[in-house]
Nanobody
Framework: QLQLVESGGGLAQPGGSLRLSCAASGSPWVYYAIGWFRQAPGKEREAVSCISTSGGTTIYADSVKGRFTISRDNAKNTVSLQMNSLKPEDTAVYYC???????????????????WGKGTLVTVSS
């Protein structure tokens, strides 16, 4: 069983930055690919970014490419999402999720994930 806890959400101005972190406990971290997903009010949950178990493969939604960067530190059991050039449309609850996987996948989809954190709210507003 894996427990995930997100942190780092808050209020940012358009054009600003935030860094989200996801900390894990309860199971060897290196067996899990990690993803960040978000859900805005009245909208469906969508994939933001995923990273493979080693960190060597990353996937980004088109809407965040060039602005967001996902990374992981397997020694510390953490995954981060650096969000730059934030836009009001980035406002959402951001969730960290984990998928136990033994190969590198080219898909980042919520239906594949096995464990979820409770989310952290990101609000982008002036």
């Amino acid at each position: 069983q894996l427990q995930l806890v997100e942190s780092g959400g808050g209020l940012a101005q358009p054009g600003g930055s935030l860094r989200l972190s996801c900390a894990a406990s309860g199971s060897p971290w290196v067996y899990y690919a990690i993803g960040w997903f978000r859900q805005a009010p009245g909208k469906e949950r969508e994939a933001v970014s995923c990273i493979s178990t080693s960190g060597g493969t990353t996937i980004y939604a088109d809407s965040v490419k060039g602005r967001f960067t996902i990374s992981r530190d397997n020694a510390k059991n953490t995954v981060s999402l650096q969000m730059n050039s934030l836009k009001p449309e980035d406002t959402a609850v951001y969730y960290c999720a984990a998928r136990r996987i033994s190969y590198v996948s080219n898909r980042c989809a919520s239906r594949d994930m096995d464990y979820w954190g409770k989310g952290t709210l990101v609000t982008v507003s002036s």
